[in-house]
């Protein structure tokens, strides 16, 4: 006996082949979706950790910052210290020089013929103002001065007669360039 199928097998079949492929488009979508959600996912995670990493920089750059300033504050004050010193120990070695200047300097004045009024010392020149009984007893007190240990060259910048009490004396005015101290 024959059969006949009076079902339509083929209509069934574009049913389920339909079925079968929406079923494929939707598993399709459905994991497409789960992967674009992971990667936004992923981004979203790696963009906090970006974010947290670059607050701890920026903090340990103020902190360095601020460890800077300390560092170029210490050096500034370093610095300054460094200069007072140099000029204490300056003053130190030379606090002696003007007594020993003095000191020889009394020894080079002849006794009762040169009267000094006035040692102004300017750097390495030093200006003698005074009295002499006469020009003879300045040549010599120049002489001494240019005999002397500190002294490097001896001017004489003016002389003049003044009467004073009577007695005419001589007004003089020496200039002397002191030696530069080993």
Known sequence: MIRINLLPYREREKKEDITRQVVVIVITLVVFLLVIGSFQLYLSISTSSLEKNIKLQEEELAR?????????????????????????????????????????????????????????????????????????????????????NSVKTVDLLATREKEISGMKLQQFIISCVKKKAP
């Open 64 to 148: 360095l910052t601020k460890t800077i300033g300390d560092i170029e504050q210490y050096k500034l004050n370093k610095s300054t210290l460094e200069r007072k010193l140099a000029i204490i120990n300056n003053l130190e070695e030379n606090r002696l020089a003007p007594v020993m200047m003095l000191d020889e300097l009394s020894l080079l004045v002849p006794v009762k013929d040169v009267w000094l009024d006035k040692i102004s010392e300017k750097g390495s020149e030093i200006t003698i103002d005074g009295m002499a009984r006469n020009n003879i007893a300045v040549a010599h007190f120049m002489k001494n001065l240019s005999g002397a």
